[in-house]
C-alpha cells in the first residue's frame, strides 16, 4: 500500500481509508506507515473505553450498540477537536480571508464513516471495536442521519462543505439547527405518511454548544423616523422583540488533510423579555410557558422544494438564522485589531445559497447605516462586494416573493431599505432605458398586481457582485429568460458553476468494493483528484477487468435486493436490471413518465406472455411535500400498480416495481452502487442541474435522461454512445408551447398510450376504490399535461427499448459503465469549489500543518 501510495503521489491516509473499507489490513499501523493520525488500536480501544465510562456512564457489560457508537465518536471526536482547533488557530493567526456559505439547508447524512475516511482512522476504528468485542457494522447503524434538508440544495451545501475543507479553504457554513429535520415517510395503503424527524432527540455526539456566541435578534416592532441634532435622517427600530441565538457548532473535517472547518447552526431560544414583557398578562407561569414562542423559530425544517409563499415562520427562520450569521462574522472580524470596515470585503466573501438567505443584503445595509452610520454609497459597496447569489431554479412559481404588509410587519426597518435600494435601481434603469416603465417594473425589486410583495430574487441580484447558476444549460436559460434585463444593466455578473458531488461520500465511502477496484488498479489518489479516473479507461477493454467490474455491481444489487427484501417484503433478482429513479418527487421530474412506461410493458406481456425483454427491477424512492396532493397521489399510484404487478404470476417475475420508503442520504448510498440505469427525465428546462445523475454515473450505472440540466455536460463528457438520449430539447419544449401544446393529440394518435391511461384512470389498479389516481389521470388530459409527458412517451418507450438491446451484451454494457465512471471527473465537487474560490471568491486554500 505504501508503494502504491509513493508512485501515485497520492497522499497516505487515503490508502489506508481504502484498504480498511475493503476489510483487510491493520488500519492503525497503516497510517502511521503512510505518516497520517499516529492512534494505535490499543489507544483508540483505551480512548473509546473511556468515554464509555467518564462520559456516558456506562459498564461495557451492559452497553448497547448506541453507546459503542457515541463513545467512538467521542473518541475521534478528540482528534477531529485537536485538529479543528489547530485550523481555526492558523486562520485566526493569519486573519485570513474566508467564505461563509449561508444555506437554510444541510443534508448531512451519517458522519461517522465520512469522518474516519477522512482522519484515515477506520481500521483503526474497526479494529479497536473488534478487540472490544464490537460488530463495527452494527455499530455504524446506530447513527441516525442528519436530514436538515430537502434535496438537491441542501445536500449540495453538504458535498460543498467537504470540497472546502479537503482544499484546504477557510470556509465556514452557517445554517438552522432544526429539531425536526426533514420528515421521516411511511407507506399506509399506499398513502405517504409524515412522521416528525426528532434526530436530536437523544443527543448528537457530534455536536459543540457555544453559549458564548449567543446572538440577539430583533423582530416586529415599529420605525420611529427621528432627526439627530444636525437634521439627519436617524430611523430607529423600536418596540421590537428579541429572540436568541444559540450557536450548534459540527467539525467538518477534510479528507487526507489537516484542515477542519466549522457548521454552525443557530438554534433559537427565548429571552426573558421575549414573552414576559408581551405576555404577561396571563401571569408568570402563562409567560413562562409562552415562552415557547421564541423556541419555534427553529424547531423545524419546512418540507417544500419550492415556494410556500407567506408563511410568517419561514421569514422569521431566514431573518433569525442571517442576523445571526452576519453578527456572528462582525464579531469574529472584529476580534483581530488590524481589521476594520476598511477590509471587511477583503476578508469576507458570503455566499446565498439560492433566495432563501437574500435578507441578508437588507441587513447588512441596515448594520452599516443605522448602527454603524455609514453612508449609502460606502455601505452598498461593502455589501456587494461582500456578497455573491446562487440561482438553483427557473420556475417562475418557485421564485421567492413575500407580501408586503407581512414584511413589514416583520421586518419595518428592512423594507424601508428594500424601497431605498430599489428607488436607486430604478434609477439606473431610468438610465439605461430612458422613459422605459416596462423594464423598470420588470427590474423592480417590489412586484405590483394587486397587492404588492419584495421579489427576493431581484434583491439577490442587485445585492451581489456575482450571481451563478449551477449548469451550462441553466445559466444559460437563467439570462436569456429570467433574468435578460439584470445581464444587460451588469454585463459579467451572471456566471455558470456546475454543480459537483463529492467522490468521499458517493464512492470512497458508500461503494467500497468499486473504490477498491479502482484503487488496486489506479492508487488512491483518485478521491482527491478524481480527473484521475480516466486512467480506467484502459481497463474498459481488459475483459478481466470488466468482469471484476460486473462482479462488484452484482454484489452490490444483491446487498440492495437484501434491503429491499427487509424494507418491501418484495423479492428480486440482482440479475435483473435495476432501473432507479431517486430523488425528490415532483411533476416536473416526470416520475408518472417512467410510470407509464411500466404499464405499457406489463400491458405488452400480458398480451404476449412470452415477450423476450430483461427482467427489470424499477426501484422508486422520493419524499412528496405534504401539501402536493398530485405527487402524493404519483406515488400511491406507483405503490398499488407495483403491488399489482409484482403479484402477477403470469409474468414470471419478469417485471418488479418497488418504491423503497424515506429516502434520504444513507439509503441513496446503498441505492446508488446497486444500480444499472438511472433515471434523468425531466421535462428539458425544468430541471436546474441535477447531481444525483452525477453520483448514480460515478457508480457505473448508465444515465436515460433528456438534454436538461447537467446531463447535457454529462453526456459531452461520456459521449453520445455511453449515454442514452431521448425526447424534446429546451427549444422543442418552447416551440411546441407557443404553438398550443394538446396532449389529445398524442392520446389520439398512439393506440399503446391511449391504453395505459385509460388503464390507469380505471378501477383495475385499486378495486373497490373509484378515482383512486383521479388526480394523476386528470393532469394528464384534462390538466393539459403541463410538463408534456405525453409528448415525450413514444421517444422516452423506444429509446428504453434500446436500453433494453444494449442490457442483452454483458459485455458491452460493462464497457460503457466503466467508461461513464471513468468519465466522471468533472463531476467532483472539488472541481466546482475551485472554480467559485477563483472566479468569485477570490480565495486562496491555506494548508494547515
Ligand atoms: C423556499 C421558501 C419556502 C419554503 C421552501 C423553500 C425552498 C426550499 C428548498 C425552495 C427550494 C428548495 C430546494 C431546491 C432544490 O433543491 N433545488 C435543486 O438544487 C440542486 C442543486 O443545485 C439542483 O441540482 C436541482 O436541479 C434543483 O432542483
Known amino acids: 500500500m505504501r508503494s502504491t501510495a509513493k508512485k501515485n503521489g497520492g497522499k497516505g491516509s487515503v490508502a489506508a481509508g481504502v484498504v480498511a473499507l475493503a476489510g483487510n489490513g491493520n488500519g ?368 417562475p412559481e418557485a421564485l421567492e416573493k413575500w407580501g408586503v404588509p407581512l414584511f413589514e410587519r416583520v421586518l419595518p426597518r428592512h423594507l424601508q431599505i428594500i424601497y431605498e435600494i430599489n428607488e436607486r435601481l430604478m434609477q439606473v434603469v431610468e438610465l439605461r432605458w430612458p422613459g422605459d416603465n416596462a423594464k423598470k417594473r420588470i427590474c423592480s425589486l417590489i412586484e405590483e398586481n394587486g397587492g404588492k410583495s419584495v421579489r427576493m430574487a431581484n434583491l439577490a441580484v442587485v445585492g451581489s457582485h456575482a450571481v451563478n447558476g449551477v449548469a451550462e444549460l441553466h445559466t444559460a436559460l437563467l439570462k436569456r429568460t429570467l433574468f435578460p434585463e439584470f445581464d444587460a444593466l451588469y454585463p459579467g455578473k451572471f456566471r455558470n458553476k456546475t454543480n459537483g458531488i463529492t467522490p468521499r461520500r458517493w464512492l470512497l465511502k458508500c461503494n467500497p468494493r468499486l473504490a477498491s477496484l479502482i484503487t488496486a488498479r489506479l492508487g488512491d489518489g483518485w478521491a482527491r483528484d478524481l480527473d484521475q479516473l480516466r486512467g480506467l479507461e484502459r481497463f474498459a477493454g481488459d475483459r478481466a477487468f470488466r468482469e471484476e467490474f460486473m462482479t462488484v455491481k452484482r454484489a452490490n444489487k444483491a446487498d440492495l435486493a437484501t434491503v429491499i427484501a427487509a424494507e418491501c417484503g418484495v423479492k428480486v433478482s440482482p440479475d435483473a436490471l435495476f432501473d432507479v429513479q431517486i430523488k425528490r418527487l415532483h411533476e416536473y421530474k416526470r416520475q408518472h413518465l417512467n410510470l407509464l412506461h411500466i404499464l405499457a410493458l406489463y400491458r405488452r406481456l400480458l398480451q404476449h406472455p412470452d415477450l423476450d425483454i430483461v427482467p427489470r427491477v424499477f426501484l422508486f424512492a422520493a419524499k412528496a411535500a405534504p401539501g402536493y396532493d398530485l405527487a402524493k397521489n404519483i406515488i400511491r399510484a406507483i405503490n398499488l400498480i407495483g403491488q399489482r404487478i409484482n403479484a402477477d404470476a403470469r409474468i414470471n417475475g419478469k417485471l418488479k416495481v418497488v418504491f423503497l420508503p424515506n429516502y434520504r442520504v444513507s439509503l441513496a448510498e446503498r441505492i446508488i452502487p446497486a444500480a444499472d440505469l438511472s433515471e434523468q427525465i425531466s421535462t428539458a428546462g425544468k430541471e436546474a442541474s441535477g447531481t444525483g445523475n452525477m453520483k448514480l454515473s460515478l457508480n457505473g450505472a448508465l444515465t436515460i435522461g433528456t438534454l436538461d440540466g447537467a446531463n447535457v455536460e454529462i453526456q459531452e463528457e461520456v459521449g453520445p454512445e455511453n449515454i442514452f438520449i431521448f425526447g424534446l430539447t429546451v427549444d422543442e419544449v418552447e416551440a411546441l408551447r407557443a404553438g398550443g401544446y394538446n396532449p389529445w393529440d398524442y392520446y389520439h394518435r398512439d393506440e399503446e398510450l391511449r391504453a395505459v391511461i385509460d388503464w390507469l384512470g380505471s378501477d383495475f389498479f385499486s378495486p373497490g376504490e373509484h378515482g383512486a389516481f383521479a388526480a394523476l389521470h386528470g393532469s394528464l388530459l384534462r390538466g393539459g399535461d403541463p410538463y408534456m409527458l405525453l409528448a415525450d412517451f413514444r421517444a422516452y418507450c423506444e429509446c428504453q427499448r434500446r436500453v433494453d438491446a444494449a442490457y442483452r451484451d454483458r459485455d458491452a454494457w460493462a464497457r460503457m459503465a466503466i467508461i461513464n465512471t471513468a468519465r466522471m471527473g468533472k463531476f467532483s465537487s472539488d472541481r466546482t469549489i475551485r472554480e467559485y474560490a477563483q472566479d468569485i471568491w477570490r480565495l486562496d486554500p491555506v494548508p494547515v500543518p
Request: with cysteine; proline share 2%.
Open 28 to 395: 492503525a499501523r497503516q497510517a502511521e506507515a503512510d505518516g497520517a493520525e499516529v492512534v494505535s488500536v490499543d489507544a483508540m480501544r483505551a480512548r473509546i473505553e473511556r468515554h464509555l465510562v467518564s462520559t456516558l456512564a456506562r459498564h461495557a457489560g451492559s452497553a448497547t450498540a448506541r453507546d459503542w457508537w457515541v463513545a467512538t465518536v467521542l473518541a475521534l471526536r478528540d482528534t477531529i477537536h485537536e485538529r479543528l482547533i489547530r485550523t481555526q488557530g492558523v486562520h485566526n493567526a493569519r486573519n485570513v480571508r474566508r467564505v461563509y456559505y449561508m444555506s437554510l439547508e444541510y443534508l448531512m447524512g451519517r458522519m461517522f464513516g465520512n469522518n474516519l475516511l477522512a482522519t484515515g482512522l477506520l481500521g483503526t476504528a474497526r479494529d479497536a471495536l473488534a478487540a472490544l468485542g464490537q460488530d463495527f457494522d452494527l455499530v455504524r447503524e446506530s447513527e441516525v442521519d442528519m436530514g436538515l434538508g430537502n434535496g438537491g440544495l441542501g445536500r449540495l451545501a453538504a458535498c460543498f462543505m467537504d470540497s472546502l475543507a479537503t482544499l484546504d479553504y477557510p470556509a465556514l457554513g452557517y445554517g438552522i439547527y432544526y429539531e425536526f429535520g426533514l420528515f421521516r415517510q411511511a407507506f399506509r395503503n399506499g398513502h405517504q405518511e409524515e412522521h416528525p424527524d426528532s434526530w436530536t432527540l437523544f443527543g448528537d455526539p457530534w455536536e459543540v454548544v457555544r453559549p458564548e456566541y449567543t446572538q440577539q435578534v430583533r423582530l416586529y416592532g415599529r420605525v420611529e423616523n427621528v432627526f439627530d441634532d444636525r437634521g439627519n435622517y436617524r430611523p430607529s427600530w423600536v418596540d421590537t422583540r428579541t429572540v436568541l441565538g444559540v450557536p450548534h457548532d459540527i467539525p467538518i473535517a477534510g479528507y487526507g488533510t489537516g484542515t477542519v472547518n466549522l457548521l454552525r447552526l443557530w438554534a433559537s431560544k427565548a429571552t426573558e423579555d421575549f414573552d414576559l414583557a408581551a405576555f404577561n398578562s396571563g401571569g408568570y407561569v402563562e409567560a413562562v410557558r409562552e415562552k415557547a414562542v421564541g423556541e419555534t423559530i427553529s424547531k423545524v425544517l419546512y418540507p417544500n422544494d419550492k415556494t410556500e409563499n407567506g408563511k410568517e415562520l419561514r421569514l422569521v427562520q431566514q431573518y433569525f438564522f442571517v442576523a445571526c450569521s452576519l453578527r456572528d462574522i462582525l464579531r469574529r472580524h472584529r476580534r483581530n485589531s488590524a481589521n476594520s470596515w476598511d477590509n471587511f470585503a477583503d476578508k469576507v466573501a458570503v455566499q446565498l445559497n439560492d433566495t432563501h438567505p437574500a435578507i441578508a443584503v437588507s441587513e447588512l445595509m441596515r448594520i452599516l447605516i443605522d448602527e454603524e452610520s455609514m453612508d449609502w454609497e460606502r455601505a452598498w459597496a461593502i455589501t456587494t462586494r461582500t456578497f455573491a447569489y446562487t440561482n438553483h431554479t427557473l420556475l
